[in-house]
């Protein structure tokens, strides 16, 4: 298994609070990615990051904000957190290069109540 | 705008049976079409196709890609209780963007 580490597991927390989500990796992958997951939707990529301070939007970007100032950590931040940001959400890494799979993190599940 | 449609979304079948999951596209830039399994917590990787008509296998698992058509197809063959999961069919542009399908709900009965 691909050595990622998604902290905290599970999460409930209320409107309106922030929430930042943490992404561990320790194989040293130059791509990283957040998505949530919501039934009916699939995956839904949120922003994705190529290297230390390089982020971009992804599908979903909308009310989260990310960060990684170190090549083993991705954090997600949800600045105000509202019902509709329940959701799992997962982690993924891949290397650099064409033809390289993501591999996904175990998922962190978020309420927002 | 991108999208990818799995079919069927849920299906039923019995240990030994031979199923076909069906995933079609519509993504600008297509890098690559992947085939993900997803049981109770991450999505594990099965294969994935960038070049029409190469079919690639593990065990009983195999696909297929067809890219004037644009669809994939995931066979497995002699399924087993352990093949149930939802299964997940995602299409790589060149500028990293993922699109995921809907999954389709694989279970099968001894």
């Known amino acids: 298994d691909a050595g990622i580490t998604q902290s905290p597991r599970h999460k409930v927390t209320e409107t309106g609070t922030p929430v930042t989500l943490r992404c561990h990796q320790t194989?040293?992958?130059?791509?990283m990615y957040w998505y949530r997951q919501d039934p009916g939707h699939g995956l839904r990529l949120i922003h994705y990051?190529?290297?230390?301070?390089?982020?971009d939007k992804g599908e979903v970007s909308d009310g989260y904000s990310v960060s990684r100032s170190k090549t083993e950590d991705f954090l997600l931040t949800l600045e105000s957190a509202t019902s509709s940001q329940t959701s799992v959400y997962f982690c993924?890494?891949?290397?650099?290069?064409?033809?390289?799979?993501?591999?996904f993190g175990d998922g962190t599940r978020l309420s927002i109540l | 705008e991108d999208k990818v449609v799995q079919s069927p979304l849920s299906l039923v079948v019995h240990e030994g049976d031979t199923v076909t999951l069906n995933c079609s596209y519509e993504?600008?830039?297509?890098?690559?079409l992947l085939w993900y399994k997803q049981e109770k917590k991450a999505p594990t990787f099965l294969f994935m196709l960038?070049?029409?008509?190469i079919e690639k296998k593990s065990g009983r698992l195999s696909s297929i890609l067809d890219k004037k058509e644009l669809f994939s197809i995931l066979n497995i063959t002699a399924t087993q209780t352990g093949d149930s999961a939802i299964y997940l069919c995602?299409?790589?542009?060149?500028?990293?963007?993922?699109?995921f399908g809907a999954g389709t709900r694989l279970t099968v009965k001894p």
């Open positions: 993924a890494i891949s290397e650099a290069g064409s033809n390289q799979p993501q591999h």
């Open positions: 194989e040293n992958h130059r791509y």
């Open positions: 990051s190529y290297g230390v301070k390089d982020t």
């Open positions: 993504v600008t830039n297509f890098r690559s």
């Open positions: 960038t070049s029409s008509g």
């Open positions: 995602a299409v790589e542009a060149w500028n990293n963007d993922m699109r």
